[in-house]
């Protein structure tokens, strides 16, 4: 069993940046690959990064490629999604996810979610 907490959202404007971070509990995380997500109101909850377990493989929906980095720490138990060039369009609910499979990027492929955080970005 794993459990993940995020942090770091907040209200920014746009062009700022923001790095949220997912802490797991639970044995093993250097196992899984870690997922980010976001769920705007009304709308579906989007695949927005992966990172494989060891760190050297990542994974970017188009939509924030090139702003958006994603990275681990496995002896902290740690991701991080550094947010950059922030739009008004990026604000939503931001969710990290776990699983053992490698890279997946769809919502139910994922085992284990945190709770979220809010991003807001304000123009």
């Known amino acids: 069993q794993m459990q993940l907490v995020e942090s770091g959202g907040g209200l920014v404007q746009a062009g700022d940046s923001l790095r949220l971070s997912c802490t797991a509990s639970?044995?093993?995380?250097?196992?899984?690959?870690m997922g980010w997500f976001r769920q705007a109101p009304g709308k579906e909850r989007e695949f927005v990064a992966a990172?494989?377990?060891?760190?050297?493989?990542?994974n970017y929906a188009d939509s924030v490629k090139g702003r958006f980095t994603v990275s681990r720490v496995n002896a902290k138990n740690t991701s991080y999604l550094q947010m950059n060039s922030l739009k008004p369009e990026d604000t939503a609910v931001y969710f990290c996810?776990?699983?053992?499979?490698?890279?997946?990027?769809?919502?139910?492929?994922?085992?284990?979610w945190g709770q979220g955080t809010q991003v807001t970005v304000s123009s």
């Open positions: 990172i494989s377990w060891s760190g050297y493989v990542t």
């Open positions: 639970g044995r093993f995380f250097g196992a899984y690959t």
């Open positions: 996810a776990a699983d053992r499979q490698r890279m997946p990027t769809t919502r139910e492929e994922y085992d284990f």
